[in-house]
């Protein structure tokens, strides 16, 4: 099995190639040199350990909302397409400048074990023409991290609200009316469930876990 089932999650999409997950529960590990790794209920994990791509743990979902936000804020400055006022632009701004602020994205984006081998291949895929927005290289320095974060806080902004934790940060995320990306793809309607997403109970394992099930309309 991969490292992943050792806990309960839920599994969200596919983002790169990669499975993203959701835990579901806090799980310690001491050691993280086979690709182990530790994580808290409502972190976000893309890749699963061991028999798949080794994880990266998303550790600060408000950090990656704010680093969205902000994305969000200069897209409808730049092609004026915002509803809001200037003065409630500014102020979310600031909000979220003010988290972003002095915070380590590497440390935030936690990869557990990557080789260098392993980098190179995702940051390939994230340029990949079967991205529906693929990340476009420039020469500024971290700006993949950037756009990988946002990235993730616009999957957190629509489908995982709830697990913002900054008051002030939920309530902007509330004011959010586009995505930019649409880069987490999920299965369709009609596929039966998989192996991905684990829950543990009293009556053993549970596989197939998904974060939800998509129903086809019938007209």
């Not at 999650?9 to 993203?20: R, S, T």
């Not at 950090?63 to 200037?86: G, R, T």
């Not at 320095?141 to 616009?154: K, V, Y």
Request: aromatic letters at 14%; a negative charge.
């Amino acid at each position: 099995m991969s490292y992943i089932d050792s806990f309960d999650h839920e599994h969200v999409g596919f983002f790169a190639g990669l499975p993203v997950y959701r835990a579901l529960q806090d799980y310690t590990v001491d050691c993280t040199n086979s690709g182990e790794f530790s994580c808290r209920k409502s972190n976000l994990v893309l890749g699963g350990g061991y028999l798949e791509h080794l994880g990266m743990v998303v550790r600060d979902l408000d950090f990656v909302a704010s680093v969205f936000i902000l994305d969000w804020i200069d897209f409808c400055e730049e092609n004026e397409c915002s509803d809001f006022s200037e003065q409630e632009v500014e102020q979310w701004s600031e909000v979220a400048r003010d988290y972003v602020f002095g915070k380590d994205e590497f440390k935030l984006l936690e990869c557990i074990h990557w080789s260098m081998r392993d980098y190179s291949d995702f940051y390939s895929a994230c340029q990949s023409g079967a991205m529906l927005s693929p990340f476009i290289e420039s020469e500024q320095r971290n700006e993949f991290e950037t756009w990988l974060a946002s990235n993730l806080g616009e999957l957190v902004i629509f489908s995982y609200p709830d697990l913002i934790l900054d008051g002030r940060l939920k309530e902007i995320a509330s004011k959010v009316d586009r995505y930019l990306y649409g880069n987490i793809q999920i299965l369709p309607a009609g596929y039966p469930s998989d192996h991905l997403g684990t829950k543990h109970d009293a009556n053993g394992v549970i596989s197939g876990v998904r974060a939800w099930m998509v129903e086809r309309c019938n007209k």
